[in-house]
């Protein structure tokens, strides 16, 4: 579905006068980012200025509902703003995103927050500029269900923030059912986008300068599943090598179970994937691997992890969720021994967090708050012994990268991250900014590595 905004100029013109000014808060992930680039291109679009948490007009909260803590955020940022809506300022809240998919939190909006004007689920930016223009011109306010999460939108205009980096969006919504998951629920079945689109998307950015792209989706490998002539995800990832100006291409995430060979040979063979794969584990263990419904084992997550170090230089960053249902000690130090055995070097870690709706949620569970922060605290404390040795293996050795900026503690010192995604500062000037140089590392420090500009 093409996006098309027919509010666009009389909302212009309503702003020529009143220069409303908007702000986004955005929760969760990366995909959830990059539609708030897009409400952010629908916003300046029609006029509307970039404001900030204090003195803004419109406010759209993109929500996340895939962990628990999210939902205390959203109503305590909308319990502040309800003071300045009767205090009779010009101000206009907008809830969106995978929370409202949910019936309890619209009920609960109906209910307790009356004074919310525009709520709309996942993929519905084609009518946001209604809605806006209804809640601003005509004071109309509404808490109504509208599901698109399975339509798929093209052509939203996008502000980047960035100058150098870029998010796209090639797949949405997720067909694994991943039994501790919500998302599937909020985000639809999976849609792949045309490669030409996103092919002309990027052309376009690399032209504005941009050069390095991440690719994003729920399950990026299972891109192409949807289209009847056979076009996969290694095929796009050759297809966007051949861009002139794109330096690095990321993506996020692949599903293990689908991490076939062939997309391990595209990613050797090529000179501008990213020397890092993230590769969500979840869990060590084969039986609960099982319950989660990740179709893998143990044993054979192991064998693609290692399969991909082989790949020189090669760093790996996984997702992984301690405290699932019942979960056991044993079960708990297999994943402890599967970190050991692959050496990975960034690990996201969470405690295991109920989702109505799931299936895990129907599980018994009857390990204690405190022993599943023990477990994270466990993981979080061999993964930091772990990481300077990875990184010290990095020292000596010259990477390429992007000078992002200026570092944010110290004048002098400029940042960028090599393809492996390790943050490096070295010494530079303004006029690095923007370009691709060789840094050689000179020392690790837990977190980042010194180098220095090799000329
Ligand atoms: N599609 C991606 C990311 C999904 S959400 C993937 O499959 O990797 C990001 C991460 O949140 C997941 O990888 C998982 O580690 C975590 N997560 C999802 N549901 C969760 C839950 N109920 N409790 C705790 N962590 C969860
Ligand atoms: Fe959730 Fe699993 Fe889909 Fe990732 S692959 S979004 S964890 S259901
Ligand atoms: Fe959250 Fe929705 Fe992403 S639930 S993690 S914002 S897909």
Not at 240 to 267: A, C, N, Q, T, W
Not at 374 to 390: C, G, N, Q, V
């Amino acid at each position: 579905m093409k996006f098309v905004n027919s509010y666009k100029e009389k909302l212009k013109k309503y702003n020529d006068e009143h220069k409303l000014k908007y702000y986004i808060d955005t929760m969760g992930c990366q995909m959830n980012e990059n539609d708030s680039l897009k409400y952010a291109g629908i916003f300046e679009s029609m006029g509307f200025e970039k404001g900030d948490e204090n003195n803004s007009n419109v406010y759209l909260f993109n929500t996340c509902c895939v962990r628990e803590n999210a939902e205390n955020t959203l109503f305590g940022r909308l319990g502040m703003l309800k003071k300045r809506k009767i205090n009779n300022e010009e101000v206009y809240i907008a809830i969106v995103g995978c929370m409202t998919q949910q019936e309890h939190i619209l009920e609960k909006i109906k209910k307790s927050y009356r004074f919310v004007d525009i709520v709309l689920g996942t993929s519905c930016m084609s009518i946001f500029p209604e809605k806006l223009y209804k809640a601003i011109i005509e004071g109309e306010r509404k808490v109504e269900y509208i599901d698109m999460s399975n339509s798929l939108e093209e052509e939203v205009p996008i502000k980047y923030e960035d100058k150098y980096k870029a998010s796209v969006s090639i797949i949405y919504g997720c067909n694994n059912f991943c039994s501790y998951c919500i998302v599937p629920y909020v985000r639809g079945r999976e849609r792949s986008r045309k490669p030409e689109d996103i092919i002309s998307d990027i052309k376009k950015l690399a032209k504005e300068g941009y050069k390095e792209i991440m690719l994003l989706g729920q399950n990026v490998n299972s891109y192409g599943n949807d289209f009847k002539e056979k076009y996969t995800f290694p095929m796009l990832l050759q297809d966007i090598e051949k861009i002139d100006g794109i330096e690095i291409i990321r993506f996020m995430s692949p599903h293990p179970k689908d991490f076939k060979d062939d997309l391990i040979e595209v990613i050797k063979n090529s000179s501008k994937i990213a020397r890092q794969i993230h590769l969500p584990l979840q869990s060590g263990n084969t039986e609960i691997l099982k319950k989660m419904n990740r179709k893998y084992t143990k044993e054979e997550y192991i064998s693609l992890a290692l399969k991909l170090k082989e790949i020189p230089d090669v760093s790996l960053s996984t997702d992984i969720i301690v405290g699932f249902p019942n979960e056991t000690e044993q079960q708990f130090e297999d994943t402890l021994d599967v970190v050991k055995k692959v050496e990975f070097d960034q690990i996201y870690m969470f405690i295991y967090s109920k989702r109505n709706g799931t299936v895990a949620a129907k599980m018994e569970d009857e390990i204690t708050y405190e022993q599943k922060v023990d477990r994270l605290e466990r993981l979080k404390k061999l993964y930091e012994e772990t990481l300077p040795k990875l990184n010290a293996r990095m020292v000596g050795k010259t990477y390429k990268l992007i000078v992002e900026g200026k570092s944010k503690n110290n004048d002098k010192l400029y940042t960028g991250r090599t393809s492996q995604n390790k943050v490096v500062i070295f010494e530079a000037d303004d006029s690095y900014i923007g370009k691709v140089v060789n840094v050689k590392i000179d020392s690790e420090h837990l977190w980042y590595l010194k180098g220095t500009i090799e000329k």
